[in-house]
């Protein structure tokens, strides 16, 4: 039925009478829900229906009566006439993730919900979005390793294909098959992304409270079929196999699988590898397991057996984006796990960081400064923006460094690591060149051409 | 390809150090290290034949040559 005027509100009549025992004295008494007027009861007095504002006068919570009723067992009653607001409190544990309006669960702002860093793959410190061929098991976007046993079997880029992104993204990590290949058994390809130790210890891996988890992304692939993946321990000694299906091809699908946590094996909660997470490329028997379960393993379970092998079909694409590892039994928005760019970078530079120059025409771009202590060695301390996982353990560097010096460059023949100057929060490298004058300052430079950088790794 | 090379640290000791070209100008380097990552992987590919080794000289070990020098190593 029409009507005019705002919208009513949700009010409801509970019924109910409260009983009161007559002294002969007292005129006043409270009652258990507060009535704006005296219409809103009825009052009975050994039964007798009293008349409003004459017999009684109501005030909040209070019934007074003109003249105090007589003695008597519940010969005073109060029943309630009008609707009354009723404020419902649930019950403890009963409001579920997906009651809550989205907008409500994106602004919880849970710190650290998702655990994969650059989930959304918009970093790329090592390649700045162009495409790589791993020849060995190599980091491609930061935090996603390439697993292979195989070199050149596909390449690895952000944004390859330059298909539109799932709605609120911009970027994925695209992969494209190289070959036709037909894996082996003991042959393996997939992303890998290794959670520390750190950021997966409140799961509770290992012990009788393990945390459920859930697993949930956007693919893209040019084929279709039943895929696989996995969550497993740092020893590949316990292992979840999951698979997940692509319906349709060249068509962004988000997946989401739901994982018991391990109340087994042994999880790591240092800044060691807390729990891998892969993503199956095409993967052997060796190194397949059922999915569905947890499973003890003699060699890391990489996939689930009879998963489709992306690189089996040359110029099949595999894409992936979003890629959120909460806890709980379903999947939340996405967020990332720094939150914005920044302190998602940051998060990304506990494990590399990399310094150059941000353009082709910046040359002579300066790396830092140095002290030579031979003719043949000069040292360069790198203080790292955050503190790293541990000490550097890698160094990489690219397009002709030098020392410089007064006009002149003295190339730079190898970058290492100290063995006793790699810290959480220093880096110091020991560069080789030749000619140099002991005991003076240089500065490392990229020499010839814009490119050049130094970068640290502490990978997991 | 994975160059082993000796440096001297601040020490004046020889140290192994792995030096891989990973690109047309780009190089990574690491310690020979029981701890360092990279080394274990490295080890782990020799001994496995899945990773080749040269010496200081550029001059490529055999399988057997590499293997037997890596388990020589931490």
Same mark, same amino acid.
């Given at each position: 039925m029409p009507y005019l005027g705002n919208t009513p509100t949700t009010q409801s009549f509970i019924s109910g009478t409260d009983y009161f025992n007559g002294t002969g004295a007292q005129t006043a008494f409270t009652l258990s829900r507060t009535v704006?007027?005296?219409?809103d009861i009825q009052a009975v007095v050994n039964n007798v229906v009293q008349v409003p504002n004459d017999a009684y006068t109501i005030s909040g919570t209070t019934i007074t009566f003109t003249s105090a009723p007589s003695s !008597? =067992? *519940? #010969?005073v009653y109060v029943r309630y006439l009008s609707t009354t607001t009723q404020a419902i409190t649930p019950s403890q544990g009963t409001v579920s993730w997906s009651t809550l309006d989205s907008n409500v669960q994106g602004d919880l702002g849970i710190s650290f919900k998702n655990r994969i860093i650059n989930s959304n793959m918009v970093i790329d410190q090592r390649n700045a979005g162009a495409s790589v061929t791993p020849t060995t098991t190599s980091y491609t976007l930061d935090r996603w390793n390439a697993g292979l046993t195989q070199a050149s079997k596909y390449s690895v880029q952000q944004n390859a294909g330059s298909v539109t992104p799932p709605l609120g993204f911009t970027n994925y990590l695209g992969v494209t098959s190289l070959s036709a290949y037909s894996i082996t058994s003991s042959d393996f390809f997939c992303l890998i992304q290794a959670i520390e130790g750190f950021n997966t210890a409140d799961l509770g891996w290992g012990t009788a409270n393990a945390k459920t988890v859930t697993v949930s992304f956007w693919v893209r692939s040019s084929l279709t079929g039943t895929f696989g993946g996995s969550l497993s321990n740092s020893a590949g000694t316990r292992g979840y196999p999951f698979t997940y299906t692509i319906s349709a091809a060249n068509t962004w699908e988000q997946k989401s699988v739901t994982i018991a946590g391990d109340t087994t094996g042994t999880w790591l909660t240092t800044n060691s590898v807390g729990i891998y997470v892969v993503f199956g490329l095409g993967v052997g028997s060796t190194y397949s397991a059922t999915a569905g379960a947890w499973t003890t393993t003699? #060699? /890391?379970?990489f996939s689930a057996t009879g998963a489709t092998s992306?690189? !089996? =079909? #040359? !110029?099949a694409t595999f894409y992936l984006t979003g890629v959120q590892l909460e806890v709980g039994t379903q999947a939340t928005t996405f967020t990332t796990a720094g939150g914005s760019y920044g302190a998602e970078l940051a998060l990304c530079q506990r494990y590399y960081y990399k310094k150059g120059? *941000?353009? $082709? $025409?910046?040359? /002579?771009?300066?790396?830092g400064f140095s002290a030579s202590g031979s003719s043949t060695t000069a040292y360069i301390n790198i203080t790292l923006p955050v503190n790293m996982r541990t000490g550097p353990t890698s160094v990489d560097w690219g397009n002709t460094l030098a020392l410089w010096k007064g006009g002149t460059n003295f190339q730079v023949t190898a970058i290492t690591i100290t063995s006793s100057g790699a810290s959480v929060t220093d880096c110091l490298l020991q560069c080789t060149s030749s000619g140099l004058t002991g005991e003076e300052a240089y500065q490392l430079v990229a020499w010839t051409s814009g490119g050049g950088f130094l970068a640290l790794g502490a990978e997991l | 390809m994975n160059k082993i090379i000796t440096v001297k640290n601040l020490a004046g000791q020889d140290i192994y150090h792995i030096i891989r070209q990973t690109g047309e100008e780009s190089y990574t380097s690491f310690p020979v290290q029981a701890d360092n990552p990279n080394w274990i992987a490295l080890k782990t590919a020799i001994l496995e034949d899945k990773a080749q080794l040269q010496d200081a000289d550029g001059n490529t070990m055999t399988a057997e040559q590499a293997k037997d020098f890596v388990k020589e190593l931490p």
């Open positions: 704006a007027s005296v219409n !008597g =067992t *519940q #010969n003699v #060699n /890391r379970a992306v690189v !089996g =079909t #040359n !110029g120059p *941000q353009s $082709s $025409s910046d040359v /002579r771009y300066g790396i | -």
